[in-house]
């Protein structure tokens, strides 16, 4: 944890009195002892509590400047002497340019409190939840990956991959990367896999014609690290220009240190990790279906991964997992505030909570039943997802709002999981090469629209051939992508599940950001959404018949036939299948011209805009500006930007114009240190 968040605090004891006697703030006492309350999948952090406390009590802790031993509140010193080892902290720390609308979310109240007491986690958030100073309580719940991480990727050897290479491109592909021929998921032309529908891609071949990613789009993989040093991804990494990588200091002063290329919230360093024996690549792999880098000669092509000469969308690493290391509700909510903050307007998620339809026998575990559930039991995680939605993007740019995008979840059952179910997030079922619902997919309630997710059962074929570079027919059937180098010594290999249906959604939006960036549109992120949606290729007529496959392929070897009725399925996959043509089409044919911002500046400070920004066309046009005070406020011009400087405090209008006759009106004001308080 950061320095300033480590200190031990005696208001911890508020929450422990709680544990051990209740005081005269508690909430109105029952007539009755009232039911206790269902706690699904209560798999948490041991004796810690997440609570949010009423805005009064959070005042205090900061008024003591999180460094004092007494509260100051009745009865609190008393306890003090009872408890030891009481810790608290904030959740979120300190974010100076991002504050004020963390205290209008209200996530500056959110504190964990740890304690050695010998008392269930589950009691605690019981008896927490009856007092007055406590709005809510929670445990710091486990997250699952959508992933199994004993199922291994199946690396692609170094000769398969020069044997490639010197290959020339098969049909006519629009790039040269010699993987592209293997990825059924983003071109389909029915000659890889016998059981396989031309077409039943995602679409992009058509789509790469009006776009190929833009760099300021921005998606969050939260997920293990990402191999930030893979040579098909580094190009497309984001990169956090106001700090050093590895760095000791926050040099930006946003509460984490050496956060470069994104954040490391299990081990709390700027350090991105993904080469631990236990990592699977799973988040590199998902990194490579949506930027790596296209057209540079290597590897395999991506969504979104621009060109050498055009860059892609930028991936930002938002670790939440680490070799064995779990992860939970905290790492979560701060890899979530932490994205909407640096600019992340889509969120790769290929985590969640078991299905609640899910088959108890098998997967041991009660998932949440519906979002009302998911809401009571999850509080944090909610609050930290509509900050999200509500503030990632901005109103001057391709998207207002954020689109968080899930995996549904692997474990066949007829309802998605949380959180990716909730109704303002995407939730993504997987299907196989030829449209029909992957043998392990969730489906039914909460999902949204699917995606090509791989399929190994079904494809796996006993005592077939397999292929002439040694792989499997079945592995062929999966997605193929980066990997890092400790799992692959070719840098590639394959995966499947949900987990990888899921970045080809995120990809798909992405390139679709893009795309209204380059048009400069603007839309709402549910905009977003309702697009996606209206654009995806129904698939339903697919679903007939008897679908066979051979079931633990891919987890143990065995191969037990078994059987699925398609026809289970019709209206259960979401709107369709993904299909970024249709979806960048539809971004041409929708939204609004983007406006240019009014302008808020210090008095004797300068700010700079990028004009071309905010117009069509707008890097081959010249811009003049007209400011109608000039007193208030001036302006140089410097290339393709204006900087402005603020004179004296006030507001005066200007106008911007552009060498083809079009122009747009705007405000700037200027005020007494500005620059110092945030809301810049």
């Known amino acids: 944890m950061m320095d300033k968040r480590k200190d031990i605090l005696c208001f911890a004891a508020l929450s422990l009195c709680a544990l051990l006697a209740f005081s005269s703030c508690t909430k109105e006492e029952q007539t009755a002892e009232p039911e206790t309350p269902r706690q699904p999948l209560t798999g948490s952090v041991a004796q810690q509590v997440l ?74 958030v019981e008896r927490l939840s009856r007092i007055g100073e406590v709005q809510a309580a929670s445990p710091n719940r486990t997250l699952k990956r959508s992933y199994n991480t004993d199922s291994k990727a199946v690396p692609l050897s170094a000769q398969a991959v020069r044997k490639m290479m010197a290959v020339s491109m098969a049909g006519g592909s629009v790039f040269n990367d010699p993987l592209l021929p293997r990825q059924w998921h983003i071109i389909n032309r029915g000659d890889l896999l016998d059981k396989s529908v031309v077409g039943s891609d995602v679409q992009c071949e058509n789509a790469w014609q009006m776009s190929t990613g833009d760099p300021s789009i921005i998606v969050a993989v939260l997920d293990e690290g990402v191999c930030v040093e893979h040579p098909d ?29 994104g954040y490391n919230f299990v081990y709390d360093t700027g350090i991105i990790s993904w080469d631990h024996i236990y990592d699977s690549g799973h988040a590199t792999h998902v990194a490579g279906v949506i930027a790596a880098q296209n057209n540079n000669g290597e590897g395999v092509s991506s969504i979104a991964g621009g060109t050498p000469y055009a860059p892609g969308v930028k991936i930002m690493s938002c670790q939440i997992f680490a070799g064995g290391a779990a992860g939970n509700t905290v790492m979560m909510a701060r890899a979530i505030k932490y994205a909407t903050d640096n600019g992340a307007v889509v969120l790769q998620c290929s985590f969640g909570y078991t299905s609640g339809r899910a088959n108890a026998y098998e997967w041991g575990v009660d998932g949440f039943r519906d979002q009302e559930e998911w809401e009571t039991y999850c509080p944090l995680e909610k609050e930290a997802f509509e900050y999200f939605c509500h503030n990632a993007g901005s109103p001057d740019g391709p998207v207002s709002g954020g689109i968080a995008v899930f995996a549904s979840g692997n474990e066949s059952a007829p309802a998605a999981g949380f959180p990716g179910a909730a109704s303002a997030h995407v939730s993504v079922a997987a299907t196989a090469a030829d449209y029909t619902p992957a043998v392990y997919s969730n489906y039914g309630d909460g999902t949204t629209i699917s995606a090509p997710g791989g399929d190994q059962n079904y494809y796996y074929e006993y005592g077939g051939p397999g292929d002439p570079d040694g792989l499997e027919y079945g592995e062929l059937g999966c997605v193929l992508s980066t990997l890092p180098y400790n799992i692959s010594e070719s840098g590639y290999g394959y995966m499947e599940g949900t987990s990888m249906a899921c970045p080809h959604v995120s990809g798909v939006v992405a390139l679709g950001l893009s795309y209204a960036m380059q048009l400069r549109k603007h839309f709402t992120a549910d905009e977003i959404k309702e697009l996606l949606y209206a654009s995806a290729t129904p698939i339903d007529d697919y679903f007939s018949g008897i679908k066979q496959y051979y079931r633990y392929v891919a987890d143990v070897g065995k191969n037990q036939m078994m059987q699925m009725s398609l026809s289970a399925y019709r209206n259960k996959m979401g709107a369709g299948q993904v299909n970024a043509e249709r979806f960048l089409k539809a971004i041409e044919g929708g939204g609004r011209p983007v406006q240019f911002p009014n302008l808020y500046v210090s008095e004797g400070w300068d700010v700079t805009v990028v004009p071309g920004n905010y117009f069509h066309n707008g890097e081959s046009l010249t811009f003049t500006m007209d400011i109608s005070d000039a007193s208030v406020a001036s302006c140089t011009y410097e290339g393709k930007r204006i ?19 079009t122009k747009q009106s705007f405000v700037i004001t200027v005020r007494k240190g500005a620059h110092d308080s945030g809301w810049l």
């Open 51 to 124: 609570v949010k406390f009423e805005p009064y009590v959070a005042d205090m802790l900061e008024k003591n400047g999180l460094v004092s031993t007494r509260s100051s509140m009745l009865g609190l010193d008393e306890v003090m002497t009872l408890i030891e080892g009481c810790s608290i902290e904030r959740i979120f720390p300190v974010d100076a340019a991002c504050e004020e609308r963390t205290r209008e979310a209200g996530l500056h109240l959110w504190y964990v409190v740890g304690f050695d007491a010998d008392i269930p986690v589950e009691e605690a």
């Open 233 to 261: 991804l580094k190009a497309n990494m984001w990169h956090n220009e106001g700090e050093v990588y590895r760095s000791h200091e926050d040099n930006d002063g946003n509460g984490y240190k050496g956060d470069y290329y």
């Open 643 to 661: 900087r402005v400087h603020g004179i004296k405090e006030g507001a005066t209008g200007a106008l911007i114009r552009a060498s083809d006759g």
